[in-house]
């Protein structure tokens, strides 16, 4: 069992929930997942972890309502309720090292994974650059504690509601043709925006990395539901990653892949990159 200690409805459809779960808290690393099941019944969800307390053993979670699990999960467990099973952490931790300067971008509820790596980052002496962005200002999350994090912080929204009008890659680009030298690129989101952020920075040969997360469904490797192509190879995002060099990833084969099943959908994502969603 783990306990809900802290719920708060963070935008449309998104939920912070504070944990209890000491077992995670005490081995999590940044970049690292959790398999959640809410009770009996319930299927499993793979769930990345957004914020760990090791000293109080909670971790957090940002969960968006996008299907019978996740609106489970949501809109009728509270404070105080107990969550049957949260196993973890899961998939290979972020790598971390000083490499100078570190651009983190996170689209949509990728924000929420992206901060523990850029706070690791930021805390081990890389200058970190966050771009966030979202559809309109309302989906906007975790902005000050990004900020809090970043020696540098670019917002945008689909709609200009928020920030610079546009999508993530934009200040990404103009950065990267004024000539500053950024030594990794890390990306987190909906797979056309990381499709996206790759092709940005592959004309500049800029290292980059993309966190497949959003793919997953079983978690353990058996279901192939996080199958990628990466270099040619087969790989599982739940259990060979979720952290893939972005330029080796197909993501055009991916991206055929979610759009086979586009229409079993419960209800749209909220994105943060180069919309719409699933089309190029």
Not at 80 to 91: R, S, T
Not at 225 to 242: Q, Y
Not at 248 to 267: C, G, I, P, S, T
């Amino acid at each position: 069992m783990a306990k809900i200690i802290k719920k708060l409805n963070v935008a449309p459809a998104i939920y912070e929930l504070i944990i209890e779960a000491p077992l995670v808290a005490h081995k999590c690393q940044p970049g690292q997942f959790v398999i959640v099941r809410t009770d009996e019944h319930s299927e499993r969800i793979p769930l990345t972890i957004a914020d760990f307390d090791i000293d109080n053993g909670h971790i957090t979670l940002i969960v968006q309502t996008v299907g019978n699990t996740t609106g489970h999960l949501c809109e009728i467990f509270d404070v105080g309720d107990d969550i049957l099973d949260i196993v973890g952490p899961l998939g290979h931790p972020s790598v971390m090292k000083k490499f100078g300067t570190v651009a983190v971008i996170g689209g949509g509820i990728g924000v929420a994974p992206v901060f523990p790596i850029a706070r690791a980052y930021h805390e081990i002496g890389n200058k970190v650059i966050s771009i966030i962005g979202a559809r309109s200002k309302d989906l906007i999350i975790w902005q000050k504690k990004m900020a809090a994090i970043s020696d540098v912080m670019f917002i945008t929204t689909d709609d200009g509601s928020a920030g610079r009008k546009g999508f993530v890659t934009d200040p990404l680009r103009k950065i990267l043709e004024a000539g500053e030298k950024i030594d990794l690129v890390l990306a987190i989101g909906p797979v056309i925006m990381m499709k996206n952020v790759a092709a940005v920075t592959a004309p500049f040969n800029v290292p980059t990395t993309a966190s497949l997360n959003t793919i997953m469904v079983d978690g353990t490797g058996m279901c192939g539901g996080c199958r990628v192509m990466v270099g040619g190879e087969n790989k599982f995002a739940c259990v060979d990653g979720p952290e893939f060099d972005a330029h080796k990833v197909d993501f055009q084969n991916l991206v055929m892949r979610q759009q086979m099943y586009r229409h079993q959908e419960a209800m749209e994502y909220s994105c943060g990159g180069n919309c719409k969603c699933v089309e190029e």
